[in-house]
């Protein structure tokens, strides 16, 4: 493996050797070699470790982070409810608002994130490294920016030794090397593109809660005067579905879609949304003849959206491509993209490119109707409403997370929202507008960047932070490698 930041030295001292048992294998000396050492501090003189546990009592409510709950992606931290008595831990640590969170467990996968919110009785698996408090001459958001980078991620990987995975533990804190920046405006401009990315990280989430929000209200309150009965399945009703499927008939599935049937402005199938199904290209090697895969575009290379990638907030998590001769339909402005395994993530493509491709699992629903984008993202809405509350899972066959083919299409069933509401909805997950940073600086960039956030939909959140983004790691790339960092928005 080739790697951009670490090396092996040409030379070691003899201490080096006598600390490694006398072993002269190169990937026991493979670390990062700085160029100005006295730019960088090991990670254990800038940070501290907190490892204070909480006394566990089985009737109060805890909410618990474990190490699957850090988004790689964007740092973010979430968490689950338990009563005391079923935390999945008898020794958590406690944790709290700003706290940075690293999973020790393969720290290499990239699980660092940061609490951004006040919550009772938060704690962690005492499988996380949880850092408190950071020295004056940083900030969490710069050490945070730090840990999010390749450049963190690689160290980790210098590591790694036969048969063990490598990890981040107090031990290895004293051989992680911070780069220190060299002046104010620099530690500055990090620590600000960090919290605005966090920020719009933030109101994505929020934005996605409230769409599910709209759509839950909009049912609940708009029921006809029919009432709720159970029963359990008869012949004539397994028949006509044609499954034995269990969950299809289970009190929950079923309560879930009375509410649907019985909306006052009615429901039709998803077969009847006036959608095109256009299935997903097949990329496998044998039919391309030549393929290249790349996280980074090149050019005349497609980019390639996967199901994998797609988040619950339907946008995508990472950047993929791939090079190949043989042509490709691209994705339309306006396309929903639906994984058909993996309980059906789903997005709408709001892009103006026409370079952009999706695999066999990425079915296409393509609209037939002009200026349709606000039903169709309302129908994208609901579907995703529907994945949440656990309906699509009660429709899915097979294992690995489900699969929902498209020939289970004509039982979802899509309410008939109004219009008003369909825009409502929309303008939550798109509402497009220029993001002009002609005029930003240190001084003013949090303010004009919050002006823009608060019309901003989910996608234009996403685009934005992912712009602010590629500026942070480009910042950090310069201090490591001791260039003057250009401050630009």
Not at 448 to 462: P, R, S, V
Not at 469 to 481: F, G, P, Q, S, T
């Amino acid at each position: 493996m080739s790697y951009k930041y670490i090396g092996t030295p040409k030379y070691i001292s003899f201490s080096e050797c006598r600390e490694n048992n006398h072993v002269f294998a190169p990937s026991k000396y493979t670390r990062f070699l700085p160029q100005n050492e006295w730019l960088f501090v090991p990670m254990s003189q800038i940070c501290t470790e907190s490892n204070t546990k909480i006394e566990i009592e089985r009737k109060c409510e805890y909410n618990y982070t474990e190490i699957g709950d850090i988004d790689v992606s964007s740092g973010m931290v979430n968490h689950t409810h338990y009563y005391g008595m079923n935390l999945p831990s008898e020794n958590p640590k406690h944790c709290q608002c700003g706290d940075i969170l690293i999973s020790t467990v393969r720290t290499y996968r990239g699980g660092v994130g940061i609490i951004t919110e006040e919550l009772s009785n938060h704690c962690c698996s005492p499988a996380i490294l949880v850092i408190r408090n950071v020295a004056k001459i940083i900030t969490k958001e710069y050490l945070l920016a730090i840990l999010k980078t390749d450049f963190f991620v690689e160290q980790i990987l210098g590591f790694q030794t036969r048969g063990m995975y490598p990890r981040l533990d107090s031990d290895a804190m004293n051989k992680v090397l911070i780069p220190i920046p060299k002046n104010v405006d620099t530690l500055k401009y990090v620590s600000i593109l960090q919290r605005s990315f966090l920020n719009k990280y933030s109101l994505i989430r929020q934005r996605h809660a409230n769409i599910l929000q709209l759509i839950e209200k909009e049912l609940t309150e708009n029921q006809k005067s029919n009432k709720f009965n159970y029963h359990l399945p008869r012949l004539n009703e397994v028949k006509e579905i044609g499954r034995l499927d269990a969950s299809l008939y289970k009190l929950f599935f079923k309560k879930h879609l009375f509410s649907i049937l019985n909306y006052k402005n009615g429901y039709s199938p998803l077969t009847q949304q006036q959608l095109k199904l256009i299935p997903g290209p097949s990329l496998e090697l044998r039919l391309l003849g030549t393929r290249i895969d790349s996280d980074h575009y090149e050019k005349g290379f497609y980019r390639l959206i996967t199901p994998k990638q797609i988040t619950n907030y339907g946008i995508v998590r990472n950047e993929e491509f791939i090079g190949t001769p043989a042509i490709i339909a691209n994705i339309q402005f306006g396309d929903i993209l639906f994984g058909e395994s993996g309980t059906g993530r789903t997005m709408v493509f709001l892009d103006d490119d026409n370079n952009t491709i999706n695999n066999a699992h990425a079915h296409i629903l393509r609209s037939m109707l002009d200026n349709d984008i606000h039903r169709v993202i309302t129908i994208r809405s609901i579907l995703q409403f529907y994945k949440e509350i656990g309906m699509t899972d009660c429709m899915t066959v097979g294992g690995s997370g489900g699969h929902l083919s498209p020939s289970y299409f004509d039982r979802i069933m899509i309410p008939n929202f109004p219009e008003s509401k369909q825009k409502e909805i929309a303008a939550l997950y798109h509402n497009p507008q220029e993001y002009l940073t002609d005029d930003f600086t240190l001084d003013n960039f949090e303010e004009k960047d919050n002006e823009y956030n608060l019309a901003a939909g989910i996608y234009e959140l996403d685009k934005t932070s992912k712009r602010l983004k590629e500026k942070l790691n480009k910042a950090i790339d310069d201090i490591v490698n001791d260039r003057e960092v250009q401050i630009e928005f």
